[in-house]
């Protein structure tokens, strides 16, 4: 974008894996909580790339996903279900799979 800008495209394409990460977001319960490894694990990103590189802020900031503190653990966090850019990452899917 040349006012300096950045788009959703940019994130994602700035983070390894995350395309991998959002594709496998639109098959989690959208009603569970999940800790990063959890995360990981369920959508085949490596815990490095997931946590460590950013990729998963950068879904909490594009708003896919909420994070949830949790007193004395590790957060968890969850499809961001009322988020227009997870309903918009939906409808992408559904649209390219017809």
């Not at 006012?3 to 319960?29: K, M, N, P, Q, Y």
């Not at 959890?38 to 896919?64: F, I, M, N, W």
């Not at 653990?73 to 559904?94: K, N």
Request: proline share 3%; charged share 30%; glycine share 6%.
């Amino acid at each position: 974008m040349t006012d300096g800008t950045r788009s959703g495209w940019d994130a994602i394409a700035e983070h390894d894996d995350a395309a991998a990460l959002v594709a496998a977001l639109l098959d989690l319960d959208p009603a569970a909580t999940y800790t990063r490894t959890e995360l990981s694990d369920a959508t085949g990103v490596p815990y490095r790339t997931l946590y460590l590189e950013g990729t998963l802020e950068a879904a909490v900031d594009l708003g896919l996903v909420e994070k949830r503190d949790r007193e004395d653990d590790e957060p968890v966090y969850a499809l961001a279900t009322d988020s227009d850019v997870l309903a918009a990452a939906r409808a992408f899917d559904a649209a390219t799979a017809e």
